[in-house]
């Protein structure tokens, strides 16, 4: 129910257009839309918000609408959709019941929302991942799509997840980035299942607990793991067992060259995200600290030795701003603070993989 207290009452509607976004569903598919951001209500501290989306374009069968907030509001209450903020980014997805809008069909939704200071409406919106234009645009007349970004061929990015179990036991982060990406465009692959996170999302992933990544690398596990995800995209935390197990950083550093060559192989075009991993702080490690600190320090040097215009290494600092004491459950793996924490990292280096 809406909130009614209004101690200041404020009409602001603004009329923003949206562009292209990648959704092709016919040999000549068009995309385009736009969006009506109203604030019908406005009490000192929350106001209430409607959002109109209108699709120009082709049928679409979902969406997810990404906007951020220009003074630190936040929403506190939504309907019609499911809402996930981080920081002032907010994502909207579809409802289960309006995630097909024909051309020109609309859908909406409402919120509830918090604010201090001032109350500005957002500047700009996204549709399934690309900046809104207010047009039209037309897909190649063959079909073909926009290119995905490794292989140059149609469909979504495919976006492999690879280390140990703070990325697949249960490895949550995944989840909460996925709920943050246009869904028509990234498609995560791996060999094993995604785990409970509290809602559906696209779960696959190469996160094995326990596992080294000098093992993997010396006992050739990857290329079949490849084979079968044939992933545009990597995205490599992996090495904290390693460290836990005192294995030098060189020599974690020469397993991560090993599997580049060999993600290269697969697919020469591979985008590959790398991350200084989060702290370790185990009760029974008191080194372990140290270790992660030295890999971490040697990554960006590495990485930029290996990168390639082709096949470019992007690192992403997991460490910093990461406390084991807030952010863990053990002093190793991530709980729900710490996947936020995760998530939020990854997000940029992915949204400009996916392009």
Same mark, same amino acid.
């Given at each position: 129910?809406?909130?009614?207290? @209004? #101690?200041?009452?404020?009409? $602001?509607? *603004?009329?923003? +257009? =949206?562009? !292209?976004? &990648?959704?092709?569903?016919?040999?000549?598919?068009?995309?385009?839309?736009?969006?009506?951001?109203?604030?019908?209500?406005?009490?000192?501290?929350?106001?209430?918000?409607?959002?109109?989306?209108?699709?120009?374009?082709?049928?679409?069968?979902?969406?997810?609408?990404?906007?951020?907030?220009?003074?630190?509001?936040?929403?506190?209450?939504?309907?019609?959709?499911?809402?996930?903020?981080?920081?002032?980014?907010?994502?909207?997805?579809?409802?289960?019941?309006?995630?097909?809008?024909?051309?020109?069909?609309?859908?909406?939704?409402?919120?509830?929302?918090? @604010? #201090?200071?001032?109350?500005? $409406?957002? *500047?700009?919106? +996204? =549709?399934? !991942?690309? &900046?809104?234009?207010?047009?039209?645009?037309?897909?190649?007349?063959?079909?073909?799509?926009?290119?995905?970004?490794?292989?140059?061929?149609?469909?979504?990015?495919?976006?492999?997840?690879?280390?140990?179990?703070?990325?697949?036991?249960?490895?949550?982060?995944?989840?909460?980035?996925?709920?943050?990406?246009?869904?028509?465009?990234?498609?995560?692959?791996?060999?094993?299942?995604?785990?409970?996170?509290?809602?559906?999302?696209?779960?696959?992933?190469?996160?094995?607990?326990?596992?080294?990544?000098?093992?993997?690398?010396?006992?050739?596990?990857?290329?079949?793991?490849?084979?079968?995800?044939?992933?545009?995209?990597?995205?490599?935390?992996?090495? &904290?067992?390693?460290?836990?197990?005192?294995?030098?950083?060189?020599?974690?550093?020469?397993?991560?060259?090993?599997?580049?060559?060999?993600?290269?192989?697969?697919?020469?075009?591979?985008?590959?995200?790398?991350?200084?991993?989060?702290?370790?702080?185990?009760?029974?490690?008191?080194?372990?600290?140290?270790?992660?600190?030295?890999?971490?320090?040697?990554?960006?040097?590495?990485?930029?030795?290996?990168?390639?215009?082709?096949?470019?290494?992007?690192?992403?600092?997991?460490?910093?701003?990461?406390?084991?004491?807030?952010?863990?459950?053990?002093?190793?793996?991530?709980?729900?603070?710490?996947?936020?924490?995760?998530?939020?990292?990854?997000?940029?280096?992915?949204?400009?993989?996916?392009?």
């Amino acid at each position: 129910m809406q909130r009614r207290k @209004w #101690t200041v009452l404020s009409l $602001v509607t *603004a009329l923003l +257009t =949206l562009g !292209g976004f &990648t959704v092709a569903t016919s040999a000549s598919a068009a995309a385009g839309c736009a969006v009506k951001y109203t604030v019908g209500s406005q009490w000192t501290g929350g106001f209430g918000a409607a959002v109109d989306i209108t699709n120009l374009g082709d049928p679409i069968t979902d969406w997810s609408l990404m906007f951020t907030f220009p003074a630190g509001q936040s929403i506190t209450q939504l309907w019609g959709g499911s809402v996930t903020q981080s920081g002032t980014t907010v994502t909207v997805r579809n409802a289960g019941w309006n995630g097909s809008v024909a051309t020109n069909g609309k859908v909406s939704f409402g919120f509830n929302g918090s @604010w #201090t200071g001032r109350n500005p $409406v957002p *500047a700009a919106f +996204t =549709l399934n !991942g690309v &900046t809104c234009t207010g047009g039209v645009v037309p897909q190649p007349s063959d079909g073909s799509g926009p290119p995905s970004p490794s292989t140059g061929t149609g469909g979504p990015a495919r976006i492999m997840a690879l280390g140990d179990s703070i990325t697949g036991s249960p490895g949550c982060w995944r989840a909460l980035l996925w709920q943050q990406l246009p869904a028509t465009r990234v498609d995560f692959v791996g060999t094993l299942p995604g785990d409970g996170c509290g809602f559906p999302y696209d779960g696959e992933h190469e996160g094995h607990g326990g596992f080294l990544v000098t093992n993997v690398a010396s006992q050739n596990q990857l290329p079949a793991w490849l084979a079968a995800a044939r992933p545009d995209v990597v995205l490599m935390h992996f090495g &904290t067992n390693d460290a836990w197990s005192s294995i030098p950083a060189a020599t974690i550093l020469n397993a991560y060259t090993t599997l580049v060559g060999q993600m290269r192989a697969a697919n020469p075009r591979t985008k590959i995200i790398v991350a200084q991993i989060i702290p370790l702080n185990p009760p029974t490690c008191t080194d372990c600290g140290q270790r992660v600190v030295t890999l971490n320090a040697a990554i960006p040097a590495w990485a930029a030795s290996l990168s390639t215009a082709a096949s470019p290494i992007t690192v992403v600092d997991q460490w910093t701003g990461f406390n084991t004491g807030t952010d863990t459950y053990d002093g190793v793996h991530p709980n729900d603070a710490g996947n936020v924490k995760i998530a939020a990292r990854w997000l940029p280096a992915v949204r400009a993989a996916i392009g």
